[in-house]
């Protein structure tokens, strides 16, 4: 890995770094060192590198802006692909938009509004890249990003470019073609609809804002909703933050990972949390919701393994 660093450090010199604790720059501020993170700064440069690295036989990993990830303990050996602010211009014509995959996505939210465009107001307050939010399908009140893209270019592990129209993505509950691909969205075209008043939008973006602070943890490290809601069981028992409240788990710890006392479907770092106390944790819960109500729920973090796979938890 020393050989691969000095080599990427002469190809792309300033975008490369060593040694990096991922628990400094992970949203959750869990997970040990990564050997190598390299944050392109153009579309040409990422190319470069996927094919650079697949010439060697390296491994690499994509991430964005790691609110959807939990790092391993021991940290990372493949190379770390971060795509964010590097990759982050945005093109509005008419009510298409084209962003780069590093755009991060409340900005978005607001850079539509302000040019009178409706539709992504529910990602105003996801703290994420456009690329994470695709390839999760994210987003809020129900919605996902995917019902308004119309196409997502990405790069292929030989650095080809790939583009997929909106069906080619698979986009489904909080899910897409794209966790099961090894190919890094480079690009994302949206098509939006013309709103009747800005100012309209702006206060239903205030509106989410504010009850999204009232409602969510803010002062200490966390993921945000660790469990994904399954309709059956809402229907049955309730949304998952108020079946694990139920079960007496707020406030619950392993380790330094706790159940929140505000939102029992988010786990807070309390300072010092292992990614083994997370997972510990997250399976107590699970387990215990599954003895009282018979459902097993899915978990919407991802796990990033030290060889750099990103498995369900
Ligand atoms: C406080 C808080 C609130 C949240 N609220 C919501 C919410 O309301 N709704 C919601 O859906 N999510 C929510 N999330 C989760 C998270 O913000 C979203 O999943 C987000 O879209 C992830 O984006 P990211 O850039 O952080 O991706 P990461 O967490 O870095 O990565 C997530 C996945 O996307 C992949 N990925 C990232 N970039 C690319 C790329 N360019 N190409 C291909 N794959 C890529 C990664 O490999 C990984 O599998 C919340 C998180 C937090 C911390």
Redesign the pocket.
């Known amino acids: 890995m020393k050989k691969a660093a000095v080599e990427l450090a002469r190809l792309f010199p300033g975008a490369v770094r060593c040694d990096v604790p991922l628990s400094s720059i992970s ?1 959750w501020r869990i997970g040990g060192n990564a050997d190598i993170l390299v944050s392109p700064r153009s579309i040409d440069e990422l190319s470069h590198l996927r094919g650079w690295l697949y010439s060697c036989g390296l491994p690499s ?9 939990l790092f391993a303990d021991e940290g990372l050996r493949a190379v770390v692909i971060q ?1 964010g602010c590097g990759l982050s211009s945005v093109t509005i014509r008419g009510s298409r938009v084209n962003a780069e ?2 755009t991060w ?1 409340p900005g978005l939210a607001r850079r539509a509004m302000m040019a009178g465009l409706t539709g992504i107001e529910h ?1 105003c ?5 456009l ?10 009140q129900r919605k ?1 990003i995917g019902s308004h893209v119309v196409s997502v270019v ?1 790069v292929d592990v030989r650095g080809e470019r790939v583009e997929r129209n909106q069906q080619a993505c698979g986009f489904a509950y ?1 899910t897409s073609a ?2 099961s691909s090894d ?4 690009s994302v075209e949206l098509e939006l609809e013309a709103g009747a008043d800005h100012r309209v939008q702006r206060r239903e973006m205030l509106d989410i804002m504010r009850s ?1 602070r009232s409602k ?1 943890p803010q002062k200490l490290p ?4 660790v469990f994904v809601s399954n309709p059956a069981m809402y229907a049955q028992y309730g949304p998952p933050g108020k079946v694990i409240e139920a079960q007496g788990l707020k406030g619950h710890t392993v380790g330094d990972a706790f159940v929140s006392h505000e939102h029992a479907n988010f786990i807070i770092n309390g300072g010092q949390a292992r990614a083994a106390d997370v997972l510990a944790l997250i399976a107590l819960v699970k387990d215990q919701v599954a003895r009282a109500t018979g459902y097993s729920m899915a978990v ?3 796990y990033v393994t030290p060889v750099g796979t ?1 498995k369900e938890i």
């Open positions: 949203r990993v994509v991430i964005g802006a790691t609110s959807n990830l795509i995959a590093g996505v990602t307050g996801i703290p994420g890249t690329g994470g939010l695709v390839c999760m399908n994210g987003g809020s996902g990405s909080r794209f966790q190919e890094i969205i480079s999204r969510f966390n993921c945000g909703s919407e973090a991802r990103i």
